[in-house]
């Protein structure tokens, strides 16, 4: 029933049967309402006491498991990696205002017990839980709404990445892609300069030799930098 009450926007039938969701199926309502960008269902679901229990440990991608809709893609994820994979900017930002972040990964060759244990256990799923991450950390709104110096953290994202397109041979073509994907957001912003004065303050000679450092050719070669 909530399945169908939430592809119908039924908002006032959601609110009744929240109240009587297991924690397993409320996590996936309230994917659903993000992956279907319903703003005031996932608005109103993270206002609810159930989500406010598991706030900070909700949807533990080590136990949970989805069944609902797209499980390949709504299996090992957050509420709030989806909000940010989907650029859902208004929900994105309500789980800001909560306090919530994106955590960076470990390091690939990182060999602390917990990345042992995950690698031990199920190392492909660890593997998809770290894409899935990278998607999330990759979003434009995300960078923008989280970084004070948006440029500077594509940057350096995009070095973990290429650290990932190396090392992580299976995925490397998603890799690849959210490479190509961060280093077009820092072109854009580069697009939306407005004047002389903000042009001096984000195209300094640091900067510059921080794009060249992380191969940012589309920042290095854009019309603005030259």
């Not at 409320?26 to 993270?46: G, H, N, V």
Request: contains cysteine; hydrophobic residues 40%; aromatic residues 10%.
């Amino acid at each position: 029933p909530i399945v169908i009450a939430i592809e119908h926007n039924h908002l006032e039938v959601i609110k009744i049967l929240l109240d009587h969701l297991p924690y397993g199926d409320f996590r996936e309502a309230l994917l659903l309402a993000i992956y279907l960008d319903l703003t005031k269902i996932a608005q109103f679901s993270m206002e609810h006491h159930t989500f406010k229990c598991f706030y900070g440990t909700f949807a533990d991608w080590q136990t949970d498991t989805v069944h609902t809709y797209d499980e390949s893609h709504f299996a090992a994820i957050r509420p709030i990696h989806l909000a940010a994979q989907y650029n859902r900017t208004t929900i994105l930002y309500k789980f800001l205002q909560q306090g919530e972040r994106i955590e960076i990964p470990h390091k690939i060759e990182c060999n602390c017990n917990e990345c042992k244990s995950a690698g031990l256990t199920d190392s492909l799923r660890y593997s998809q839980l770290r894409l899935s991450t990278y998607r999330a950390l990759s979003s434009d709104v995300y960078l923008a709404f989280v970084s004070p110096d948006p440029i500077a953290s594509a940057f350096n994202l995009c070095n973990d990445l290429s650290n990932l397109i190396e090392n992580e041979s299976i995925l490397r073509n998603e890799y690849l892609s959210l490479f190509n994907q961060v280093s077009n957001f820092t072109a854009r912003l580069i697009d939306n300069i407005q004047n002389e004065i903000e042009l001096e303050l984000l195209l300094t000679i640091e900067r510059l030799n921080s794009a060249i450092e992380h191969n940012q050719q589309e920042f290095i070669t854009h019309r603005t930098t030259q």
